[in-house]
């Protein structure tokens, strides 16, 4: 297929069955909206697409910048978008919670502004919290920006009404499913979904999901926070329920792995809290029904949100040289030395010095003629085998001589015969008044 | 289930408040409102910010910042243990040194008078500079009335930020950390009076990325004076690592939930006056944010501390405390709040109960939990014990003075059992900020007298804060 631009290829994106022998739901037809086809990998292209697409005119004379409370998806398209049409974008947000969406918002130009933690201690005549106070500045008309507003606008609950509900009822051959099941985040794709499949039929049973309190599923809202979203409307929705990030996982996880549906957590979520939804109600049906739920983005971007939660998931082998495996053997084998020894020892054998601290430590005070390798990378060099020969003397130096105890714990098990570590570090060695040098 | 949000209670509190007949005496011979303190909790806290040194390997000092509290009792159990003390007013010093704090252990920080300056400089406190100004100032007492070098922080604000940009509310505190020419040619001038001990900062955030953040300048700034031939040695991280007043964290999501559906409208008010905490319903939205301390958190005090020493740095990825070893740089913290942690509660007697209204001997200057936005419940200690049926209902909490505003807390509170004329209710772990800080004399009602409780022969001893001192005049004996 052949596009001129590619905010053309944004919608159209293919509804795919499950398979029952998955959900195991035995009188309903399960149906995935594959949003993360969308070009920019979301749900949230539709949405930022159709909130910018009449400003874009003229906005680069003007200076605009584009501006938006998001620190997902959403932002992930504008910049993408603001970038094609030579407009800058910033990201205003509480925290950046998803590292791989931050570096990725980086690498694409966008400039993250972070707002400030609450105070600790309070001033309860201030009530202008600093979100508010932002708010009033890049929504003043002449202000030089573009606020997309997605949590209050309009056009983000038509981009769905306009696309993503006709569609689905398009290849549902013309019908409207009986349940639709979507996660709320500003509430736009599953209100404009929603509106569009109750018009055509009445009957549509809609469920919202939101996250339970104080879990965290990224690009969705808790029960409280939905509150918050001027687009969130109770009455879209025939129940509202709650989902735990491990719900979420587990739904991603069967996509991920028996679906080949590379669905992020809010996708999983939704396939969760849809069979978890839909078990109860398959039980008394005597006929078919179907039912729909979104898949909004992919898996990639949530690598270390996965492996903070699962790391079994991530499980690697245990390298064998390394000081976690050290016994307590290994490290009563290792030597230490003193700091007035270490001084005759260097000034007779010139031992290889190694100051295992940071670099900015090690550029402001050292011993002289010691080299630094910090911790973290001659524990990489050590996987390797020995970085010295065997013959050649070694003295390991750190803060206060624990990791150079460890250190020299490991290069004796793995044979070098005269490592030694600086006993009490470089701490000890400066309390003593031995020489530190800079350069 | 009622919105309850009952106060987290430990080990030697706990046991106090099982002591109804005492309380009840002490507040009868003491009047109400009366404020309890625990000195030897405080010492115990002091021991778990050590503890967190230990664990990174750090030297430096845990200085307790004086300003959450008053009592004599709590500064002079201090004196006995290794902390130091923050003391940000002239008085606040003469009260550290009649406590028994060599000057070695005094720092001075906030703004300060000439007095204040000469005092801290003539006994050889630390002084914790909030501008050049201030240092210059300081260099000028000591050349002119010929006084020893004195050991000088420099306190910095402003810190930018790499990749993100974390704003923070902007300080009143502090020198530019993005310009500190002029702070090193000041030290530079007056190298012969000050003696420059390192970079210091405090922020007024829950948010540790901002301190991280702040922290990682401090370093930069650190270096940079290293390179400028200065020899910089501390690093001090201020205060506001916070306590965690509530005993269980679905109370708080609960309660602030119910409050969500309150200022919608959705379920009747738990507020007085239907008061949002800075919520409001604009069309059926919530909007505004929710300013109170967050009274659940899963991370405070000590783990607070350490949580922010094993943040990785963002330039240099590897943890903000092993950076901080690795320079050889002693740390230095200011707690207030979170060494009160469980050192004290506020006694109120109950004088009227009309309905859901329930009138104390005390108002809310006395237990300060509107000013610090601070949401917690009583523990209702009834003059007489009754094993009634639990039947929870809700209560306002009025104060003594003639304003329509003097609440306790607009929040309406739930007791297990109604309150009658005579008990009384207790505040737990007011001791940081909430118990003296705002107290006032309006209308000439009486300000809460303090009281030292420590265990002792098998059960608890009291004396008045004036009268406690860190010695039992029986070791000879031991
Ligand atoms: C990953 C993810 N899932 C779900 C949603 C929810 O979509 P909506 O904002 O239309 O409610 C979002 C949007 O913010 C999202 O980023
Ligand atoms: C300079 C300074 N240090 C320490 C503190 C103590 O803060 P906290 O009680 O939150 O630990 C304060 C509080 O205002 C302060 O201003």
């Given at each position: 297929m052949r596009y001129e631009t590619v905010t053309d290829v944004i919608g159209n994106t293919p509804l795919v069955r499950i398979d029952a022998a998955v959900h195991g739901l035995r009188n309903i037809d399960l149906y995935a909206k594959m949003e993360l086809f969308n070009p920019f990998g979301s749900v949230k292209d539709r949405a930022a697409w159709n909130m910018v697409r009449d400003r874009l005119p003229g906005a680069a004379e003007r200076g605009e910048t584009v501006v938006e409370l998001s620190s997902g998806n959403t932002a992930k398209?504008?910049?993408?978008?603001?970038g094609m049409h030579g407009l800058p974008f910033r990201s205003v947000t509480n925290r950046m919670k998803v590292p791989e969406i931050k570096d990725l918002l980086l690498l694409l130009g966008a400039q993250i502004d972070e707002l400030p933690g609450r105070s600790e201690c309070l001033d309860p005549a201030d009530t202008d919290d600093p979100l508010t106070r932002m708010y009033r500045t890049v929504s003043a008309a002449g202000g030089g920006y573009l606020h997309t507003d997605q949590y209050f606008n309009p056009r983000n609950v038509e981009a769905h009404a306009r696309g993503t509900g006709p569609e689905i009822i398009a290849d549902l051959d013309g019908r409207?499913?009986?349940?639709f099941i979507a996660c709320v985040g500003t509430a736009g794709s599953s209100s404009g979904v929603a509106r569009v499949l109750r018009g055509h039929d009445p009957a549509v049973t809609v469920v919202g999901l939101v996250a339970e309190k104080s879990d965290f599923i990224p690009g969705i809202r808790d029960i409280d926070e939905v509150h918050e979203v001027g687009l969130f409307d109770p009455e879209v929705y025939d129940t509202?329920?709650?989902?735990?990030?491990?719900?979420?996982?587990?739904g991603l996880l069967t996509l991920v792995r028996r679906c080949g549906t590379l669905a992020g957590p809010t996708g999983g979520g939704a396939y969760q809290g849809a069979v978890r939804y839909l078990r109860g109600v398959d039980a008394e049906l005597t006929e078919r029904r179907t039912a729909v739920f979104i898949v909004c983005d992919r898996v990639e971007s949530y690598m270390s949100y996965l492996r903070e939660r699962r790391p079994e998931l991530f499980a690697q082998a245990a390298r064998p040289q390394s000081v976690r495996s050290l016994t307590t053997d290994d490290l009563a084998a290792a030597r230490t030395i003193g700091v007035g020894d270490a001084q005759e020892w260097i000034d007779k054998e010139v031992p290889l010095v190694v100051d295992l601290r940071s670099p900015f430590a090690y550029r402001a005070l050292h011993i002289d003629g010691s080299i630094n390798i910090v911790d973290d990378l001659f524990g990489e060099m050590l996987h390797g085998g020995l970085p010295f020969g065997r013959r050649q003397p070694v003295l390991l130096v750190c803060p206060v001589g624990e990791k150079s105890a460890q250190y020299a714990a490991l290069l004796t098990r793995m044979g070098h015969p005269d490592v030694r570590s600086l006993q009490g570090g470089v701490i000890a060695w400066r309390d003593a008044g031995a020489e530190l040098v800079r350069d | 289930m009622a919105p309850y949000l009952q106060p987290r209670v430990e080990d030697d509190l706990r046991s106090l408040l099982d002591e109804h007949a005492l309380l009840h005496q002490l507040v009868d011979g003491l009047g109400s409102p009366l404020n309890l303190v625990l000195p030897d909790r405080l010492v115990r806290n002091v021991a778990a910010f050590r503890a967190v040194h230990r664990k990174h390997h750090l030297g430096g000092g845990v200085w307790f910042a004086h300003k959450a509290n008053r009592s004599h009792a709590l500064v002079r159990a201090l004196a006995a243990t290794d902390a130091g003390i923050d003391v940000a007013s002239l008085g606040e010093l003469q009260h550290a040194l009649a406590a028994g704090f060599a000057p070695e252990r005094i720092m001075a920080t906030g703004p300060k008078s000439p007095e204040f300056l000469w005092l801290a400089a003539r006994t050889g406190a630390v002084v914790n500079a909030d501008s050049t100004v201030e240092l210059a100032d300081l260099a000028g007492i000591v050349a002119a009335h010929g006084l020893p070098p004195v050991r000088v922080l420099a306190r910095l604000s402003g810190f930018a930020s790499t990749g993100t940009n974390v704003l923070t509310r902007t300080s009143r505190f502090g020198i530019a950390a993005g310009d500190l020419t002029g702070l090193w040619e000041t030290l530079e001038k007056h190298a012969g009076q000050l003696d420059f001990l390192g970079v210091a900062y405090h922020l007024d955030t829950v948010g540790l990325p901002e301190k991280a953040i702040a922290l990682e300048g401090?370093?930069?700034?650190?270096?940079?004076?290293?390179?400028?031939?200065?020899?910089?040695?501390?690093?001090?991280?201020?205060?506001?690592?916070?306590?965690?007043y509530l005993a269980d964290a679905r109370?708080?999501?609960?309660?602030?939930?119910?409050?969500?559906?309150?200022?919608?409208?959705?379920?009747p008010p738990i507020t007085w006056n239907e008061h949002g905490y800075g919520l409001r319903n604009e069309g059926g939205t919530v909007r505004g944010a929710l300013s109170v301390y967050p009274a659940h958190r899963s991370v405070a005090g000590p783990d607070y501390l350490d949580r922010l020493l094993s943040t990785p740095s963002a330039v240099h990825r590897r943890p903000l405390g092993t950076l901080l070893l690795d320079s050889l740089y002693d740390l230095h913290t200011e707690p207030g709040r979170a060494l009160l942690d469980q050192c004290g509660a506020t006694a109120l007697r109950v004088e009227e109960v009309r309905g859901d209204l329930v009138r104390l001997a005390g108002n809310g200057g006395d237990v300060a939990l509107e000013q610090h936005g601070v949401l917690m419940d009583p523990i209702l200690v009834p003059r007489t014990r009754t094993e009634q049926a639990v039947d929870p209902s809700g209560f306002f909490l009025l104060g003594n003075l003639c304003l329509e505003a003097d609440l306790l807390t607009r929040r309406k509170v739930f007791l297990p059992q109604p309150p009658r004329p005579g008990d009384l209710l207790v505040f737990v772990n007011t001791a940081g900020y909430l118990m003296d800080f705002s107290a006032g004399d309006a209308l000439m009602q009486p300000t809460a007298r303090t009281v030292a409780v420590s265990r002792g022969g098998g059960g608890w001893r009291w004396r008045l804060d004036e009268q406690y001192w860190p010695v039992t005049g029986r070791e000879g004996t031991a």
């Open positions: 398209a504008l910049a993408v978008i603001a409207a499913p009986d349940y509202i329920e709650a989902i735990s990030s491990a719900e979420a996982i587990d | 401090c370093l930069h700034a650190m270096d940079e004076a290293h390179q400028r031939g200065l020899r910089p040695r501390a690093v001090d991280v201020g205060g506001g690592f916070g306590v965690n109370q708080w999501e609960a309660w602030t939930s119910e409050l969500t559906g309150a200022v919608l409208g959705r379920r």
